[in-house]
């Protein structure tokens, strides 16, 4: 079975820290993203990458950055971190298979984070 | 620009009730991949199933099934004799295959024994 395993699953911090929140994959996955889940707007991407030491930004990267120096792992950033990035955050991974990127994502448990 | 529409927010029903979760997509793309994930409240979202836009023929799974219609671009799913372990949060997902997942923004299933 796959595992995608995020390093926290409650994070407390404070306005202005810099927030850095891990996630890890035993599939030898190519494809990793995270998305961030907020009550009425359901899943939305932040950044994403196909490789390593490649990433794009997805629908909400204001205030983000990614770092994927090894396959497995894909870290996500919060620069300086503020109260409107309090949210629940989810890493998922997928394979390519052939020429297309059409694969299940498979989601690690989440990271709640709240920001004080 | 692709997009999911998951028009139900909440649904409520009684154990043993069936139940329909609406979706309907919208894209240009011929080839597409449609996608039903489970999010229980323990937060993680567990892949149901995969649908390729070839591919219209309904699938049944236990008390499961999908029903995928590209004359109306719908791809709904229906659960048979409902239990309170269906209790969840349903997404619908789309992609082409060359962009990332398009998530509608999910229905809040309430089973009540």
Known sequence: ?116 | AQKVTQAQTEISVVEKEDVTLDCVYETRDTTYYLFWYKQPPSGELVFLIRRNSFDEQNEISGRYSWNFQKSTSSFNFTITASQVVDSAVYFCALTSGNTPLVFGKGTRLSVIA
Request: glycine share 8%; net charge neutral.
């Open chain 1, 1 to 116: 079975d796959v595992k995608v395993t995020q390093s926290s699953r409650y994070l407390v911090k404070r306005t202005g820290e810099k927030v850095f929140l891990e996630c890890v994959q035993d599939m030898d996955h190519e494809n990793m993203f995270w998305y961030r889940q907020d009550p009425g707007l359901g899943l939305r991407l932040i950044y994403f990458s196909y490789d390593v030491k490649m990433k794009e930004k997805g629908d909400i990267p204001e205030g983000y950055s990614v770092s994927r120096e090894k396959k497995e792992r894909f870290s996500l950033i919060l620069e300086s971190a503020s109260t409107n990035q309090t949210s629940m955050y989810l890493c998922a991974s997928s394979p390519n298979m052939g020429t297309g990127r059409n694969q299940p994502q498979h989601f690690g448990d989440g990271t709640r984070l709240s920001i004080l």
